[in-house]
């Protein structure tokens, strides 16, 4: 939320059922295979390799670091849309990896039951339905860290430029 002064964390690990493991996986899928997503090398002081010394161990905590970091980019750069980052340890090919996504905020509409009637109510912030992410990180679990990055362009200082990759690796 770009009207917020930090990142609303979760405080837990999300609870999944075959659905929500579904829809993460597809998304994460999509991304990861999409022509836009790109070979990204990571740099030796890449902000990223920290966090992935304890994605493991400590995952609530490292991904809330992460949060931080992106949402004080998201900040500094107001034509980055809000939404949802989730993380994600997954294997893909058979690899470890970790997944970093970001699924910006829809607008749509939600029917809301009441008694004996209902009503449509707008929502500015739901999640897409389908999809790839709108942005993400795909870093495995290597001595390698191989990465796959997937990147918009948004108005950053004035100028049309990718952030994900500069940022994080």
């Not at 609870?15 to 990571?42: H, M, N, W």
């Not at 750069?77 to 994600?88: E, K, N, Q, R, Y």
């Not at 929502?123 to 495995?140: F, I, Q, S």
Request: one cysteine or more.
């Amino acid at each position: 939320d770009s009207l917020a002064d930090a990142p609303l964390a979760a405080t837990d690990i999300l609870p999944l059922t075959d659905e929500t493991e579904q829809y993460l996986a597809a998304f994460a899928a999509k991304g990861f295979v999409s022509d836009e997503a790109r070979p990204c090398i990571l740099q030796r002081d890449a902000c990223i390799l920290p966090i992935l010394d304890t994605i493991e161990s400590a995952f609530l905590q490292s991904c809330e670091r992460l949060a931080d970091k992106w949402f004080a980019i998201m900040k500094d750069s107001p034509s980055i849309p809000a939404g949802d980052l989730v993380c994600l340890l997954l294997r893909i090919e058979g690899t470890p990896h970790f997944a970093a996504m970001k699924l910006n905020h829809k607008p749509g509409y939600l029917y809301l039951y009441e008694n004996a009637g209902g009503r449509l109510s707008r929502c500015e912030n739901m999640l897409p339905a389908t999809g790839k992410p709108d942005e993400a990180l795909y870093v495995e679990l290597s001595r390698e860290h191989a990465t796959t990055v997937l990147e918009k362009k948004y108005d950053i200082d004035g100028k049309k430029a990718a952030y994900l990759a500069r940022e994080f690796a």
